[in-house]
């Protein structure tokens, strides 16, 4: 079938950005991972702070384009052959998938923007341990769970809508 738009690359109804989003993910938590493990245990706080802003914008770069082309071209028709979609009158899991998917990646781009912000303007540069430390910790932490959990739930999304 046809679908508006660019066609993937993985073999299945979804888009070429879905496809970039969905294998993103797979380079974006591990870089993540690392990030943390620079700070916590090699206490190296400017590796950290350029791996973040490398993933902060890498993803805002990324979430802009996938945003104009769902705007564009839509999800919807390329969803609908799945078994998971339901009917008009009956809407099925993938929407229930897509709306958790959406709460925690909108948490997720609040918490990690600020969480970024607030560390631009209260760490010193170099950074070195401070007084935003203790607050940085916990709402980093929150901002890597959230976006664990966007991670989960997206490719949850993606297998649900166009893979299954």
């Known amino acids: ?32 991972i690392w990030s943390v493990w620079l700070v916590r245990y090699r206490r190296n706080y400017l590796w950290h702070k350029r791996v973040q802003l490398a993933l902060a914008a890498v993803l ?11 705007r564009v071209h839509g999800w919807r028709e390329r969803a609908e052959a799945s078994p998971y979609y339901g009917t008009p009158t009956q809407p099925g ?3 229930t998938v897509l709306y958790v998917h959406l709460f925690f990646a909108v948490s997720t781009a609040i918490l990690w923007t ?4 607030r560390a631009l303007r209260r760490f010193p540069s170099p950074p070195v341990p401070s007084e935003h430390s203790a607050s940085h910790l916990l709402w980093g932490r929150l901002a890597a769970i959230d976006m664990g959990l966007t991670t989960v739930t997206g490719w949850t999304f993606y297998y649900l809508a166009f893979a299954a």
Request: aromatic share 16%.
């Open 1 to 32: 079938m046809e679908y508006a738009g660019f066609n993937g690359f993985l073999g299945t109804r979804a888009s070429f950005m879905l496809d970039v989003v969905f294998l993103a993910m797979f380079a974006v938590m591990p870089a993540l």
């Open 60 to 70: 805002a770069v990324t979430v802009v384009i996938f945003e104009v082309d769902i």
């Open 93 to 95: 899991i993938v929407f």
């Open 114 to 117: 600020l969480v970024v912000v």
